[in-house]
């Protein structure tokens, strides 16, 4: 039981690059979501998603893109990379998307570096 | 406003100490809260949850006080170990996301 794994661990992109940060968990998890986190403000919600085929919005959803084809997968897309998405991405999943007392089990975060 | 307020820190203490953090939340309808533990340069754990009557796990006491809108987290006998930055975690009925404070940073000193 892997828990919830990303790849890759780090990444240097340059302005205008695209690239997918993957993520996925082998919990059977409804509820899973994309966080940045930046010095001082904290996780902020990107992206989450309450099942397979539906995602929406965060905090900070622009400049990114989802997808939940699987249950397993939820993937984060940046679409033109810029220095403002210099961050580190966490992403989490959860047992139920209906009733969020359960915990978020989060997998070992992306290191983006743009220059 | 924040949905999440947390007192950025550090508190620094000697082992052994005993040490609070507060955490206030902006909406009444707030549905869940919890303290999550992050070590630097990993990603955030869960520490516990936190009921409406209270809750203790070993030496973490967690509170909730609904009337004015703040959970704590009480830490008795400070270990070095115990040197992370503490995020309070809150969630909303009817909302599908996990609100987080910025963490409060807890150095625990020799």
């Known amino acids: 039981n892997a828990g919830v794994t990303q790849t890759p661990k780090f990444q240097v992109l340059k302005t205008g690059q695209s690239m997918t940060l993957q993520c996925a968990q082998d919990?059977?998890?409804?509820?899973m979501s994309w966080y940045r986190q930046d010095p001082g403000m904290g996780l902020r919600l990107i992206h989450y998603?309450?099942?397979?085929?539906?995602?929406d919005q965060g905090e900070v959803p622009n400049g990114y893109n989802v997808s939940r084809s699987t249950t397993e997968d939820f993937p984060l897309r940046l679409l033109s990379a810029a220095p403002s998405q210099t961050s580190v991405y966490f992403c989490?999943?959860?047992?139920?998307?209906?009733?969020?007392?359960?915990?978020?089990?989060f997998g070992p975060g992306t290191r983006l570096t743009v220059t | 406003r924040k949905e999440v307020e947390q007192d950025p820190g550090p508190f620094n203490v000697p082992e052994g100490a005993t040490v609070a953090f507060n955490c206030t939340y902006s909406n009444s309808a707030s549905q869940s809260f919890f303290w999550y533990r992050q070590d630097c340069r990993k990603e955030p754990k869960l520490l516990m949850s936190?009921?409406?009557s209270g809750n203790e796990d070993g030496r973490f006491t967690a509170q909730l006080n609904r009337a004015s809108q703040y959970i704590s987290l009480l830490i008795r006998d400070s270990k070095l170990s115990d040197s992370a930055t503490y995020l309070c975690?809150?969630?909303?009925?009817?909302?599908?996301?996990?609100?987080f404070g910025s963490g409060t940073k807890l150095n625990v000193k020799p």
């Open positions: 989490a999943s959860s047992y139920s998307a209906q009733i969020l007392s359960y915990e978020q089990y």
């Open positions: 998603s309450v099942g397979a085929g539906i995602t």
């Open positions: 936190v009921y409406s």
């Open positions: 975690v809150v969630t909303r009925y009817n909302f599908n996301k996990f609100y």
């Open positions: 919990m059977n998890h409804e509820y």
